[in-house]
């Protein structure tokens, strides 16, 4: 039911008419203008796989953004390598999408007898990451059931911000944090998660901003004490989990380490003129 209810409610509209213009003309003309910049945007240009001539680009391009297209995880095959990658942007997407889901859509349009298709993880294969070099990876709203084994199996040792907002994440790996050193920024809304494994604290100590959003996170702990005693978290929103109340929280060990914390950051900021929230997290009771 709560899977249901993310597809229904946060998936979005993956037909919606593009803006950009697009066309294998356009596509030339930016990739030209990337040669110089380093900067490549594809977005909404109703892509099914990357043209080939952006892989020639492997030398300088820093920042890529392949968000709001028709990309499957095996359509992302040489994606490693573009090596001097720091950004990339692959929001909805259909990376989450197995073959056999995806010749059962094709059935559906052409009007041939629907069968049954179990959804098999194995069925999808993901490539690797350019992983030594990313800062920012976003991935969000991919129908992702669970993180993808070239995220969880490889290190990426300069990644600062990561994106699974949108997905159909059940649980994450125990030793997820372990992949990203140096992670300051987690967003994990609008999933199914119950709880956060204890390597994300255990490994990720620059960690200052946690989203979870719009998940089941149990009142018992689902946030371990090390995400708050042993990182520089001052950020956390847990707006529209549903078990989850004020209470629960200053229950949670290493809470009100958190809050100190918080406290002191935030009004260092308040006191130089920035407007800063100041609510529990987003829970209102």
């Known amino acids: 039911e709560i899977l249901s209810y993310i597809q229904s409610t946060f998936m979005g509209n993956s037909k919606s008419t593009p803006h950009n213009k697009t066309g294998k003309t356009v596509v030339l003309q930016k990739v030209e203008n990337a040669k110089k910049t380093g ?3 594809l977005s909404e240009h109703k892509l099914k ?3 080939n001539v952006v892989f020639g680009l492997h030398a300088n391009l820093r920042i890529l953004d392949l968000s709001h297209n028709q990309l499957t995880a095996s359509s992302l095959e040489h994606i ?6 720091t950004s990339l942007s692959i929001g909805h997407n259909r990376l989450g999408m197995t073959a056999s889901q995806l010749s059962e859509e094709g059935s559906k349009k052409k009007k041939q007898p629907k069968k ?3 959804k098999s993880e194995n069925d999808i294969q993901f490539p690797d990451f350019p992983s030594n070099t990313l800062k920012q990876l976003k991935l969000p709203y991919n129908e992702l059931t ?3 084994k070239s995220l969880s199996s490889s290190m990426f040792k300069n990644l600062e911000l990561l994106d699974l907002s949108g997905n159909l994440l059940l649980s994450l790996p125990e030793d997820f944090g372990t992949r990203f050193p140096k992670l300051i920024e987690l967003n994990l809304d609008s999933n199914a998660l119950s709880k956060i494994p204890e390597s994300l604290g255990d490994s990720c100590p620059k960690l200052k901003t946690l989203s979870l959003r719009n998940n089941g996170i149990s009142p018992d702990q689902g946030i371990p004490q090390s995400i708050f005693v042993k990182t520089q978290l001052i950020d956390l929103n847990l707006e529209g989990n549903p078990n989850l109340t004020r209470g629960a929280l200053y ?3 290493g809470f009100d380490e958190f809050l100190e914390r918080r ?6 900021n308040l006191y130089g003129g920035a407007m800063t929230d100041m609510s529990l ?3 209102s009771e």
Do not use: A, D, N, Q
């Open 263 to 268: 406290k002191k950051t935030k009004s260092k």
């Open 80 to 85: 490693s390598s573009l090596t001097k990658l």
């Open 49 to 51: 796989s990357i043209p």
């Open 116 to 118: 049954k298709v179990m």
């Open 146 to 148: 669970k993180i993808p």
């Open 251 to 253: 229950k949670w060990e």
């Open 39 to 41: 900067i490549l945007s």
């Open 281 to 283: 997290c987003g829970l």
